[in-house]
Nanobody, 125 residues
Framework: QVQLAESGGGLVQAGQSLRLSCTVS????????MAWYRQPPGKERELVAS???????NYLDSVKGRFTISRDNAKNAVFLQMNSLVPEDTAVYYC???????????????????WGQGTQVSVSS
């Protein structure tokens, strides 16, 4: 089984920082892409940032220069450092992975996609 667990959300004031963490449990062999999505109140879920196994990153325009995504392949973890937060960043943030190979009891299986349960980030003005 492959499961994701996020942590690090909370309530902060505008201009402050938060660091989100996501760890992947299971007998992981490799993970292709990891990402953070968010869903603001009353809006669609959107991609915030993604990172490939090789370290290539991609960011939502509105967070460029403020957010940094990173990953620790040895620990099967992905992080999102969020600086200079603004009220518009308020959302539930979800961890996501695509293409995870894992040991399923001696066989190599692939989890095409998985989502975390989400963590709330609230930014007050």
């Amino acid at each position: 089984q492959v499961q994701l667990a996020e942590s690090g959300g909370g309530l902060v004031q505008a201009g402050q920082s938060l660091r989100l963490s996501c760890t992947v449990s299971g007998r992981i062999l490799s993970i292709n892409k990891m990402a953070w999505y968010r869903q603001p109140p009353g809006k669609e879920r959107e991609l915030v940032a993604s990172i490939t196994s090789g370290g290539d990153t991609n960011y939502l325009d509105s967070v460029k220069g403020r957010f940094t995504i990173s990953r620790d392949n040895a620990k099967n973890a992905v992080f999102l450092q969020m600086n200079s937060l603004v009220p518009e960043d308020t959302a539930v943030y979800y961890c996501y992975l695509a293409g995870a190979r894992y040991d399923a009891g001696g066989l190599v299986a692939t989890a095409r996609t998985r989502w975390g349960q989400g963590t709330q980030v609230s930014v007050s003005s």
